[in-house]
């Protein structure tokens, strides 16, 4: 008989950020984030909760143009909503819907919206000194992004078969 233990250790899990409604998520390496839950705490990701979750039909000074389309369309768009931080170990599963890196997928039910959702924030608070942090190689992505603008072209993921932006995703400009 041993007098030692073996116990299984389990490498940090992996978290995002889900809308659970409309099935959409925030992937935090686009945004310069790790994975880790204090990672995403420590990182610029909550500042675009912000935007999100914005939940007034009054208007005042700092509040965002809400006459820019851009900004409109993600300005309180997630407010009202069941939203979880969704870890890779949980049993529920959600987070292997939205990422699967074993088998380089994403559900096309979920979509990543983190690159329309940017834009609006760059948008919205429109200082230098405020940018959101690095892409964490997702640099390519984000730049093609921004040469489209978002006008009407779908942004495929990496990820081999992964689904494109919806129509309500797409931001139609001018």
């Not at 935090?28 to 420590?42: D, V």
């Not at 999100?52 to 309180?76: M, T």
């Not at 834009?119 to 984000?142: M, N, S």
Request: net charge negative.
């Amino acid at each position: 008989m041993s007098f030692w233990k073996i116990r299984m250790i389990k490498m940090g899990q992996y978290y995002m950020i889900a809308n659970l409604d409309k099935k959409e998520f925030l992937y935090p390496h686009k945004m310069g984030s790790g994975l880790k839950l204090w990672e995403i705490a420590a990182s610029d990701l909550p500042r675009v909760l912000v935007l999100l979750l914005q939940d007034s039909d009054g208007r005042g000074g700092g509040d965002g143009d809400i006459d820019n389309p851009v900004i409109s369309k993600f300005c309180g768009r997630w407010a009202g909503d069941r939203l979880a931080i969704v870890g890779d170990y949980d049993s529920k599963n959600i987070y292997g819907q939205m990422h699967d890196e074993e088998q380089e997928h994403y559900d096309p039910e979920w979509v990543d919206i983190f690159y329309p959702v940017r834009f609006a924030y760059e948008k919205w608070i429109d200082y230098e000194d405020y940018r959101l942090g690095r892409t964490w190689g997702h640099e390519e992505e984000w730049n093609a992004y921004l040469k489209t603008r978002g006008e009407g072209v779908d942004l495929k993921s990496p990820k081999e078969g992964a689904g494109s932006l919806r129509p309500d995703m797409i931001l139609r400009l001018g």
